[in-house]
């Protein structure tokens, strides 16, 4: 039976997303004991990546109606979805940052590392002139949710999309405020930070243009473990699956 009234998870969800918002998308997700054991006035980094997954599965419900419908569905027949991977896109100029962020994948590494991620493995694209990374959790490598980071290689593109490119990004802004970079920097060196600090970090506006979050599948996917690399090959699907995978 999942708890989801004084768990921290629990409480962080709610704390963002507003009581009512706030349960009925912990409602909607199946997730494992282990990551809702925690209590008390200390975060983990664990808890909050934890929640910090759920609360972006809410922006993909609240925007993306196909997906809010598919979950429905499962709703229906008494199935909560399981998030398993999500997809967060980003450019790579070959000088420089993003505008106002860093350069590719690192706009979302500083977020992931403090918060327990590792890269796991590395997937060069050549054909999509992209490079993708797989980021898992140490603590729960095969519960926490996934990201997929792909770094899109402007400088392989001819100077039409480079101008293009910098038009649109350019103009970038950092959703990241100095007290949220402060909890990050305490998860980074403590591993946990009281539940106070922890409430209060969430970007400053909406996540960065380059990022995306893939609506929920019906695919299962394999899941990534920091101790056991996939072997090169086609890239993991980054969507939520509905079924525990297989490792």
Known sequence: MQDLHTSTVAR???AHLGDEIGAVTLAALNMTPALLSDEGERVSRASMA???GAALFRTVLDGVPS?????????????????????????????????????GQEAFARILRPLGYVEAAQYPL??????GHAWCHLDHPEDILQYFVSELHVDQFDAGF???AHRVFDTSVDPLSAQAKAVLDRFAAEGSVPFAEAERFSPSSSPPSTARMNPPSKTTTKRCSPSR??????????????TRPTA
């Open 12 to 14: 962080l969800v709610r």
């Open 50 to 52: 934890t929640a910090l």
């Open 67 to 103: 997906a809010a419908g598919y979950v429905g569905e499962r709703l229906e027949i008494d199935t909560r979805i399981t998030l398993d991977h999500g997809a967060l896109r980003t450019i790579l100029f070959p000088d420089g940052p993003t505008g106002a962020l860093p350069g």
């Open 126 to 131: 050549p054909r999509l002139r992209m490079t």
């Open 162 to 164: 480079a101008a293009a």
């Open 229 to 242: 690399r996939k072997p090169p090959g086609s890239p993991p699907r980054a969507t939520p699956s509905t």
